[in-house]
């Protein structure tokens, strides 16, 4: 997995204009998986944040038409790789002794 150093957001918008900018059905489902994968990773930034607000997974499964169950199966994944991106981060952030 490649750890993008802009926000998801700034990439969303740039998909966003490579999709409008782009030539022919690849160029443009090129950009639409982009377009995925940030929406994907703001949208799994968003359950984290939530949840370390005092979110439950009740109020969050809701939000998806989900019970509490089916929104904790939903964002396992998408929180365990969140978690796993952050630790990568903070290993680079880290001075070498």
Do not use: H
Not at 10 to 16: E, F, G, M, T, Y
Request: hydrophobic share 50%; charged share 30%.
């Amino acid at each position: 997995m490649i750890v993008a150093t802009k926000s998801p957001v700034k990439r969303i918008i740039a998909a966003l204009g490579a999709l409008d900018a782009a030539e022919g059905p690849i160029g443009r489902l090129e950009a639409a998986r982009r377009l995925r994968e940030a929406a994907e990773e703001l949208e799994a930034a968003q359950v984290e944040a939530a949840r370390k607000a005092g979110a439950t997974w009740i109020e969050i499964g809701a939000c998806y038409g989900l019970t509490k169950q089916g929104a904790q199966q939903r964002f396992r994944a998408v929180r365990n790789q969140a978690k796993a991106v952050i630790a990568a981060r903070s290993k680079k952030a880290e001075p070498a002794a």
